[in-house]
């Protein structure tokens, strides 16, 4: 079992708070992503790090920002949180360098934005 | 168009049945194949990792690349309920600097 730890599993708030998905791999892996999964569509990329201090958007349009000052650390901020946020997040990892992406997930946030 | 295509189902087989979930795609830059699987309210886990064409196969499973077609497939050989579960599929390449892309998922149900 990949040790990729999310919190919190499920979060429920109010329209423009501010808030952080925590995402933490034991696994020393260089490589962090985030993903948003809707029901029944694709796992959308929205942020990417290919190690510390490197972080990039991913393919899905973002408001949401991250930060990588560990290795182990990869959180996700939304300053201001709308209903159009709501959604899966999902976290993963992986070791491999420029091939295959053998990729490693966390058990996801679930975030209903009332 | 969608890099990957995947019918999401969703797709319901008795216990003990074959099992056959499949995935196109576009992109000819694709090397490496995986296929997810997915419970309920849980992140995907990998299942079966292939590189360039051919088959391989891990216990019940079997996962097959025709990269001439753009065709995938995974196999589920005896089906059991346990194996309820979203498949997903997804693939990367030389291709945007290996950015993997997964398929919607396709919904199994293993029916005892």
């Known amino acids: 079992e990949a040790d990729i730890y999310q919190t919190p599993r499920y979060l429920v708030i109010g329209t423009g708070k501010k808030i952080t998905l925590e995402c933490s791999q034991t696994?020393?892996?260089?490589?962090m992503y985030w993903y948003q999964q809707d029901p029944g569509m694709e796992l959308h990329l929205i942020h990417y790090?290919?190690?510390?201090?490197?972080?990039e958007k991913g393919d899905l349009s973002s408001e949401s920002t991250v930060s990588r000052i560990r290795t182990e650390h990869f959180p996700l901020t939304l300053e201001s949180a709308r209903p159009s946020h709501t959604s899966q997040y999902l976290c993963?990892?992986?070791?491999?360098?420029?091939?295959?992406?053998?990729?490693?997930f966390g058990p996801g946030t679930r975030l209903t934005v009332l | 168009q969608k890099e990957v295509e995947q019918d999401p189902g969703p797709l319901s087989v008795p216990e003990g049945a074959i099992v056959s979930l499949n995935c196109t795609y576009s992109?000819?830059?694709?090397?490496?194949f995986m296929w997810y699987r997915q419970y309920s309210r849980k992140g995907p886990e990998l299942l079966m990792y292939?590189?360039?064409?051919g088959n391989k196969e891990d216990g019940r499973f079997t996962a097959q690349v025709d990269k001439s077609s753009k065709y995938i497939s995974l196999f589920i050989r005896d089906s059991q309920p346990s194996d309820s579960a979203t498949y997903l599929c997804?693939?990367?390449?030389?291709?945007?600097?290996?950015?993997?892309?997964f398929g919607a998922g396709t919904r199994l149900f293993v029916k005892a």
């Open positions: 992109n000819s830059a694709f090397q490496y």
């Open positions: 696994m020393g892996h260089d490589k």
């Open positions: 292939t590189y360039s064409s």
């Open positions: 997804a693939m990367s390449g030389n291709t945007g600097g290996f950015k993997t892309i």
């Open positions: 993963a990892s992986t070791t491999r360098k420029g091939s295959g992406n053998e990729q490693f």
């Open positions: 790090s290919y190690g510390v201090n490197s972080t």
